[in-house]
T-cell receptor, first 113, second 112 residues
């Protein structure tokens, strides 16, 4: 089954404790992306990647890191999480062509205390 | 600056009462305009891609249209199961930046 898998689905942690949210897709997609979704602000792109070893900043990259060492995986890293990073996070992937839709994971609800 | 504005923010309709959702945009290099449906606690689910002004796509009770400045999602004779948040997104290309920008969505509630 074609899917984007995120882990964990839920995480409560404390300020400053490094964490990684994993994302994996099995569709051989080149384009992968991370979003955060906040009430009243909608979905905002954090980082995206168009291929292995190629990553670019989205609209809200501050406080986040990503890597793309393999085509299928695109982890999101919070080196020193802060409470303003409490949010619902989605990973998505698509083919590289501009008219191809994003396929989304089920989301990760992250709470930073 | 590329941006996407959706209206209304929320819409309540009676079952069978047709209406339209609006997505207006300004973009420097449009690669595609997308409509998604999002149910509470779930990731967005793809509905339509539009690229050229004048283009139309249909699926069951939904029809999406595109002009140079806006897109509409028309809902004909909606049912309660059409209740969801509908999201509009643009894929833009500007100076080698290949970004995706989402509107804030329209929360649609269909009353039985």
């Amino acid at each position: 089954e074609a899917q984007v898998t995120q882990n964990p689905r839920y995480l409560i942690t404390v300020t400053g404790k490094k964490l990684t949210v994993t994302c994996s897709q099995n569709m051989n997609h080149e384009y992968m992306s991370w979003y955060r979704q906040d009430p009243g602000l909608g979905l905002r792109q954090i980082y995206y990647s168009m291929n292995v070893e190629v990553t670019d900043k989205g609209d809200v990259p501050e406080g986040y890191k990503v890597s793309r060492k393999e085509k299928r995986n695109f982890p999101l890293i919070l080196e020193s999480p802060s409470p303003n990073q409490t949010s619902l996070y989605f990973c998505a992937s698509s083919l590289l062509d501009g008219d191809q839709p994003q396929h989304f994971g089920d989301g990760t609800r992250l709470s930073i205390l | 600056e590329d941006q996407v504005t959706q209206s209304p923010e929320a819409l309540r309709l009676q079952e069978g009462e047709s209406s339209s959702l609006n997505c207006s945009y300004t973009v420097s290099g449009l690669r595609g305009l997308f409509w998604y449906r999002q149910d509470p606690g779930k990731g967005p689910e793809f509905l339509f891609t539009l690229y050229s002004a004048g283009e139309e796509k249909e699926k069951e009770r939904l029809k999406a249209t595109l002009t140079k400045k806006e897109s509409f999602l028309h809902i004909t004779a909606p049912k309660p199961e059409d209740s969801a948040t509908y999201l509009c997104a643009l894929r833009t290309l500007m100076n080698r930046d290949d970004k995706i920008i989402f509107g804030k969505g329209t929360r649609l509630h269909i009353l039985p």
